[in-house]
Nanobody, 118 residues
């Protein structure tokens, strides 16, 4: 069974920090591109940060310098360290796993709510 399980969401004050984690099972983790997406009410889901199976990392312009993505292939996890949080970061954050070797395989976690409010 393929599972992506997000954790670490919660309520934080503006300027605060939060660390999200995604634990993957049922896949050969090291072969997958891993990413964090988010979706705010009334908006489309957007890419926050992603890392390729080769280790390249990219960030959305809105989070560059504030968020840091990391992956640990030995633990089958990918994390998102979020600093200097703003109210506009409020969203449900989803873990995504994707690979295109022979065919496309893509999986999504259920999401974890992040709320930034005073």
């Amino acid at each position: 069974q393929v599972q992506l399980v997000e954790s670490g969401g919660g309520l934080v004050q503006p300027g605060g920090s939060l660390r999200l984690s995604c634990a993957a099972s049922g896949i050969v983790f090291s072969l997958y591109n891993m990413a964090w997406y988010r979706q705010a009410p009334g908006k489309q889901r957007e890419l926050v940060a992603g890392t390729t199976s080769g280790g390249r990392i990219n960030y959305a312009d809105s989070v560059k310098g504030r968020f840091t993505l990391s992956r640990d292939n030995s633990k089958n996890t990918v994390s998102l360290e979020m600093n200097s949080l703003k109210s506009e970061d409020t969203a449900v954050y989803y873990c995504n796993a994707k690979q295109l070797i022979a065919t496309l395989w893509e999986y999504w976690g259920r999401g974890t709510q992040v709320t930034v409010s005073s």
